[in-house]
């Protein structure tokens, strides 16, 4: 039950990046536009999976790997996460869960792209709207806080590319000790910002409905508000 329009945590940070209007509500970029009629179009059409690059290859080969050096690191038991979750608003699927937390596991392409100072993590965090992610999941799995974690791990040899230094992506990595390879981000769960995201999805929905009809009609397919 719930909204017609359930956002997807991975985009709640386009959600979110409307204007407020003086009248308080929102003028939709075209940031969410495009995320909404994506979404219209995963819904009617079915779901794309995300594509796959070597930075990607590296974080699917090494998530078991990566979940183990997290439990070490930080004393805990990260299990990985393959239920989908929904509420009236969101929906999502967290990577890993312990007893009292989300944990989100970012393995790091190489020494260079890797956050060494809890600052650079932090930003990162944002830009790729982790923060919102974490929100979302908190909610969905009610849990009081979330940690983002990137670990640089030695990239596996079959992700490297013939001008992928070897030596640097594997011997120099190695070298260091691992405790020393892990920045870890906490975000604590804020009530804000899930009325915040409410609001948004409420205030989202008649443009959802909007686009989906238009898609549906030109397709025959069923329309939202027809047989409830």
Known sequence: ?????????????????????????????????????????????GYA????????????????DAIKAVGLLTGTLPVKNTERRNNPWIQGECDVLTDEAIRDIKCSWSR?????????????????GYDWQMQGYMWLWDKPVAYIDFILLPTPYECLKPW?????????????????????????RDINAQLAIKKRIAEAVPYYV???????????????????
């Open 164 to 188: 992928d230094d070897e030596f640097d992506h594997i011997d120099m990595v190695e070298s260091i000790p691992l405790q020393h390879r892990i920045v870890t981000v906490k975000i604590e």
């Open 210 to 228: 909007d686009r989906y009809n238009e898609l549906a009609k030109k397709h025959k397919f069923m329309l939202i508000g027809e047989g409830e």
């Open 1 to 45: 039950g719930g909204m017609i329009y359930k956002a997807r945590c991975s985009s709640l940070k386009e959600l979110m990046t409307g204007r407020a209007k003086k009248d308080g509500s929102i003028d939709f970029g075209d940031t969410v536009k495009s995320m909404v009629k994506r979404q219209v179009v995963n819904e009617l059409f």
């Open 112 to 128: 260079d792209t890797h956050p060494w100072f809890i600052e650079d993590a932090e930003s990162k965090a944002k830009e790729y």
């Open 49 to 64: 999976k995300p594509k796959e690059n070597q930075y990607t290859q590296k974080g699917l080969l090494l998530e078991d």
